[in-house]
């Protein structure tokens, strides 16, 4: 059979536009669709008074990997954003995230890390007596950073931004936080760090460059369409919206995002500010123009408002709803004219970096199966 395309990609953020662009580069011939009208995905940035603004939340590159980091640097100058969080708490002070020297030395009024050790050490202990295991989010939290820290900058943040109790998540989630003695901001662990200097909108244009991109398109409303006329089709888009959720949904965590414009040039002197009391209702506060030094009389707030409805932004990932997701791999595992990447296609917490890894693996292993081609 005669196909119009190899490749129909549904999806043109950063997973379809990075197989786009590799399997467009080999010769192949590629369609980008997405339900949007907009590319980037939920990476899309958009410039107002010479602020980029993260309309879908922060997004902030960050990788150990230096072909992936070649791999976006091809499509964009990175400036040397370095994530450096703070957290505002129940007391109505800031104190540093990630868990570091500065944080402690703010919380337990001491200088030197072996003092910051001991004090974290004899909460740990004493929560052991109680808890051998660790089987949930609460035991990890408390078994990383003692319960001290846990009430004050875990808990009530991890309860809003997932809707459930601690001991309801999963460990896995809390690891994501480095935890160091040493007086060090730096949110990532990872060698490289930026963000686009001119918005990750355009870094994605570059990447798509003549693809062909159909803007404001269902996959599931032209389905048979595209059946017929792509031998293969690369799904971003959920899993189990694909297989029309024959198997029940996958639980997805949202946000509302609410962005106002300030007549002023500074609001919260930082890119991200955490709210980890429960009694504010937002997560985060986002200052764009704080990601590039943008130079702007004005400055852009957004507040992160979790919940259950809306776009899916991070998966659940607990034990019934990775049962579930095994079913759906199981169904695509059979059907091989469709491929799935990405958070929604894998349904994991994934990174930026780590998309883009699982797609430079995706795409070998299409190269391995060419002669099919
Ligand atoms: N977290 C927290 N307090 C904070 C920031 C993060 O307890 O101030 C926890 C929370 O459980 C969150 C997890 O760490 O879900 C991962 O946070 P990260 O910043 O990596 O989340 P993302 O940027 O993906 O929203």
Wanted: negative net charge; charged residues 30%; hydrophobic residues 35%.
């Amino acid at each position: 059979m005669n196909y119009k395309y190899d490749f129909v990609i549904v999806g043109a953020g950063l997973a379809g536009s990075t197989l786009a662009y590799l399997l467009h580069n080999k010769g192949y011939k590629v369609k980008v669709i997405d339900k949007r009208e907009h590319i980037a995905g939920n990476c899309y940035t958009e410039n107002k008074d010479n602020i980029n603004i993260h309309v879908y939340g922060p997004h902030i590159f960050h990788t150990n990997n230096k072909e992936v980091w070649d791999f976006v640097n091809k499509f964009a100058d990175f400036n040397n954003f370095i994530n450096e969080p703070v957290a505002l708490a129940a007391d109505n002070r800031v104190y540093n995230m990630p868990f570091n020297m500065n944080t402690f030395s703010r919380i337990f009024n001491i200088v030197h890390p072996d003092e910051a050790k001991f004090r974290i050490d004899k909460e740990i202990e004493e929560y052991r007596k109680e808890h051998s295991t660790i089987e949930n989010l609460e035991d990890q939290a408390i078994n990383m950073v003692g319960t001290t820290i846990y009430e004050l900058l875990i808990k009530g943040y991890t309860e809003k931004q997932w809707g459930k109790s601690c001991t309801e998540l999963s460990p896995e989630i809390i690891k994501r936080l480095p935890l160091r003695f040493t007086y060090n901001n730096n949110y990532f662990n990872d060698k490289y760090q930026g963000i686009p200097e001119d918005g990750y909108t355009n870094m994605i244009r570059r990447m798509l460059q003549n693809i062909e991109v159909v803007l404001n398109y269902d996959y599931k409303e032209h389905e048979d369409e595209i059946l017929d006329e792509a031998k293969y089709i690369i799904y971003t888009g959920r899993i189990d919206e694909f297989f029309d959720y024959i198997h029940g949904k996958l639980e997805y965590r949202s946000l509302n995002f609410v962005t106002e414009s300030l007549d002023i040039d500074n609001f919260q002197g930082n890119a991200v500010v955490n709210y980890t009391t429960k009694k504010v209702p937002y997560t985060r506060v986002v200052e764009h123009k704080h990601f590039n030094n943008d130079k702007s009389n004005v400055t852009y707030i957004t507040y992160e408002f979790p919940s259950t409805s809306g776009d899916p932004f991070y998966p659940l990932s607990d034990k019934a709803n990775i049962d579930l997701y095994n079913k759906y791999k199981e169904a695509s595992d059979e059907y091989d004219k469709v491929i799935f990447a990405g958070r929604l296609g894998k349904y994991k917490y994934f990174d930026m970096d780590d998309v883009i890894e699982d797609c430079f693996k995706i795409f070998n292993d299409i190269l391995n199966k060419k002669e099919e081609l």
